[in-house]
């Protein structure tokens, strides 16, 4: 059975019922339809946040389709509920862009699903399309000002790094010309989209505290300068107070249920290669306020969503996890072992000895942040007894608590070691992360901690551009902001094509983006791009519905 006709053989509880799983009555929900709803913010309770354990997912270097991070938590997160522990598993919302691309839904797979599936990878509760009309509002918002002779604040239309944002891979609109026309379209000038995934508004939408935070944020965003240099923010086109209003029920962390029926609240979607990538405070929050136990995931390899789950989303909310579940899986190690991807399937421990660095590294730099680990070995019908045993060995012989997952197949049953081992490890966890930098550090003494500490890397090299823009974004006042690095997802190095565990290696720092309403610095490295394209056979192409409104070709 493919993810969808499992979905669709489990018919979903009435969310009336997941809710009172968690004590929150009929009356507080926001229903949209009878299997997902809104909850209200006043649930969040911050004594029972700090009562609460929190469970980080995160992963090896992954392959192009994904090592099962989500797959892993939602197994897990049943788990925990079959063994006792009152638990919520928290995750981010899929982005159309990969859906209709290459990797497909991120709701799970096999038996560890949140539902209902299509609904939560397509338009959802209408997160996405909020947050792409609040960034654009103020897009609008910037260029009618520039237009203005009334109201003019004199924005230079040279210095507006301010872009459009649209939920869907587009490679069209990475660079691209506005308010062509004559003088009725305003002033022409070159300007770009991100996805909505990487775009400011999705950052700060997951770090608010609340709705006041919220706008507040929205009003310290930075959008360009005026012909004196002074910078101008979107406070000063009076855009926090609509952008707010189009946010107001996009703030409210959204109800689902597992196939199981057990609660699972998805909110907040930032990617972790070009944004955080992890879901809202509030949502990890209002988990840790209804359970016992809240599982949740960072987006791509430790690398990218664990360093930033921990040194952005970690410090601005002052939370910390109890355990790290470090997902691996034999045909990721087979492929940083030199195996072609179209042979992961066929047996060789050898190349799985060769991809076992990868881990090592991975292990490593979540070793720095003095959290326990485990490592979940996700389980695939190809992989064979002796690689299963290698693998298992080497975690046993190094001390590292390990356990194979089998969420896809058995869903929380064929995870209950896994969940056992993570409560010893949780149960026993008295201190909180250590940061890998301070705030006060210098910028660039971040991003070299980051990148020796997390990446394994010698140096950090800035090009011309980079340089200038640390210069400016320094002297404005905001050296003591987190970074959240842009890195491909491919490779520990800011180079795709360099798998396993590369060594004698830079990270090449080719411009700056800066957030000041999210309140980080972006450095980008390598190639990596803020609107990524589609292959050239997308998944779009294979998705049907029938007469009968049944959908193919959709996972």
């Not at 689902?256 to 992890?278: D, K, R, S």
């Not at 995931?297 to 690398?303: C, I, L, Q, T």
Request: charged share 25%; with cysteine.
């Amino acid at each position: 059975m493919t993810d969808i006709q499992i979905a669709n053989s489990v018919q979903p509880k009435h969310i009336r019922e997941i809710a009172s799983k968690l004590d929150i009555k009929e009356d507080q929900l926001e229903y949209y339809g009878s299997d997902k709803a809104k909850l209200p913010l006043d649930l969040i309770d911050k004594n029972a946040v700090k009562e609460s354990s929190l469970i980080l997912v995160t992963a090896i270097t992954p392959t192009p389709a994904g090592e099962g991070k989500t797959t892993t938590s939602i197994g897990l997160g049943d788990a925990l509920n079959h063994i006792g522990k009152k638990t919520v598993t928290v995750l981010r919302e899929p982005s159309l862009g990969p859906v209709f691309g290459i990797k497909g839904g991120a709701a799970g797979g096999g038996w560890s699903q949140v539902i209902p599936m299509v609904d939560i990878n397509l338009h959802f509760t209408g997160d996405f399309h909020a947050i792409e009309k609040a960034n654009n509002l103020l897009a609008a918002l910037i260029d009618n000002n520039i237009q203005s002779k009334t109201k003019s604040l004199g924005i230079d239309p040279r210095t507006v790094i301010w872009k459009r944002c649209m939920d869907m891979n587009d490679r069209g609109l990475r660079k691209i010309i506005v308010a062509l026309g004559g003088k009725a379209g305003g002033v022409p000038r070159e300007t770009g989209f991100n996805i909505t995934a990487a775009s400011e508004i999705m950052a700060l939408l997951c770090l608010c505290k609340n709705m006041e935070d919220l706008q507040e944020k929205c009003g310290n965003i930075y959008v360009a300068d005026t012909w004196e240099g002074k910078p101008v923010y979107a406070k000063d086109l009076h855009a926090q107070g609509a952008m707010a209003v189009l946010l107001k029920d996009a703030i409210k962390p959204n109800l689902v249920q597992t196939l199981e029926g057990n609660p699972a609240i998805i909110h907040g979607g930032p990617f972790a290669n070009i944004a955080q990538g992890t879901n809202s405070i509030l949502a990890t929050k209002m988990g840790l306020s209804l359970g016992d136990y809240v599982v949740t995931e960072a987006g791509f390899g430790s690398d990218l969503g664990a360093e930033k789950f921990l040194n952005i989303k970690c410090r601005m909310a002052g939370l910390s996890p109890k355990a790290v579940v470090l997902v691996a899986t034999i045909r990721a190690l087979k492929y940083h072992g030199g195996k072609n991807i179209k042979e992961l399937t066929n047996e060789d421990v050898g190349a799985l000895e060769k991809g076992l660095p990868n881990l090592e590294r991975h292990i490593a730099s979540l070793k720095s942040f003095g959290l326990p680990i485990v490592v979940s070995i996700n389980a695939f019908s190809s992989d064979t007894d002796a690689e299963k045993k290698f693998l298992f060995d080497y975690c046993k012989n190094n001390n590292i608590p390990v356990a194979l997952s089998y969420g896809w197949a058995n869903g929380g049953k064929g995870c209950v070691d896994l969940a056992n081992k993570v409560v010893d490890v949780a149960e026993g966890c008295t201190n909180e992360y250590t940061p890998t930098y301070e705030l006060e550090d210098a910028i660039r003494t971040k991003m070299e901690k980051i990148c020796r500490t997390i990446y394994g890397a010698e140096n950090v090299i800035l090009s011309n551009k980079a340089s200038k823009q640390l210069k400016q974004f320094e002297s404005m006042g905001y050296g003591n902001l987190p970074v959240c690095i842009a890195k491909t997802q491919k490779s520990l190095s800011d180079d795709e094509k360099r798998l396993g565990r590369p060594e004698n290696f830079d990270i090449h720092i080719r411009e700056f983006e800066i957030a000041t309403g999210a309140g980080f610095i972006i450095p980008i490295a390598g190639n990596i791009l803020r609107m990524p394209g589609l292959p050239a056979t997308p998944s779009a192409n294979h998705i049907k519905m029938d007469e009968k409104g049944e959908i193919t070709g959709l996972f």
